[in-house]
């Protein structure tokens, strides 16, 4: 992969970087419940938030607070957020979060940092700079340090507080996917197959393009060819088959390697494009030699244009292309014979 998300990431503005994190949240099926994206006007203390519940505020939910600052995360942003969430708790607009997540590019101060790296402080800490940052800090009136809010400081497991700078923030899951449908990122290259890392042994999910490969070749050399084994031992076809082999499992390591980076619509655009480019010659070539149909469309599928990023960035070898040719044969879209 290309090494440039977290610069990418640096490079948003405020806005930018709340609304990744929403869109985020949104992919996190598996995990969230339904999400809210609070409105700035009524965030209280919650830029977004993912439920892990459908009780919603009365259950278990995460809140993410996003600080995009130029700079490290400092002291006084740090107690007035978290005062604001223990605040508005307090006050019975909604429930503590099982985790307070700060989103935070340049990272935290050292002292914000020492403290979230030691969650047993964190308690002292809000409370000893309540009076500095939050009593005016809040709201419009002031929010005194009450003894029940300093009961639910006391009482709050801190260790549910975390810290993502950027290079932890790109690592997330789906969040590579949500940045490069949204920004113009080089995804990188994908592993290459070559040719001594084809299997000897067919695998039984190939086994049907191999099939129709094996009476292509048989066909074409009057050979009356019956299995695999016998194609690689002929001179002429032998190395034909093994390279077909050798585009169809570089198709799905490429598909492997940017399934978790790229929206699936981006990794499909090329399977899409590569069959829109090929499907007119495959059916005009319907009553041609088998072998001639064969590798005309290898030649054309090699020229495929490919759309969205994985085109823009040339990421999308030959190899792959007619892979997906075979892996259309494999699934009856396209057979070979």
Known sequence: MAFNEDRQILNLTDSELEDLIKKWLAKLEDIYDGFE???????????????????RYDGDWDNYQCKHLKVPLGKAEFVTELGKIFYYAGQGEFTLPIRYIFVCPNSAVRDVKKVIDRPSLIADFLIDNWNAYCLNGISTTPCPLTSALTIAIRAYAFEAVELWKASELVEKPQLRAVLHEHLDIDPGEAPRVRINDVPENVADEESTYVTQLVK????ASGTPFTSYAEVIANVTYGQQIINARRRYLERQAFRR??????????????????????????LA????????????????????QITGVLGRHNRVTPSVKQGACHHFANIGRMPWA
């Open 37 to 55: 994206p609070p409105t700035a006007s009524a965030d209280m203390g919650r830029d977004a938030v993912g439920f892990l519940s459908a009780q």
């Open 216 to 219: 292509v070749f048989a066909v």
């Open 257 to 282: 390697h940017f399934r978790d980076n790229l929206p699936d619509s981006q990794i499909d655009n090329v399977d899409d494009d590569v069959h829109d480019t090929v499907i007119d010659r495959y």
């Open 285 to 304: 070539l319907d009553t041609a030699p088998l072998y001639e149909r064969l590798t005309q469309i290898m030649e054309v599928a090699s020229t495929a």
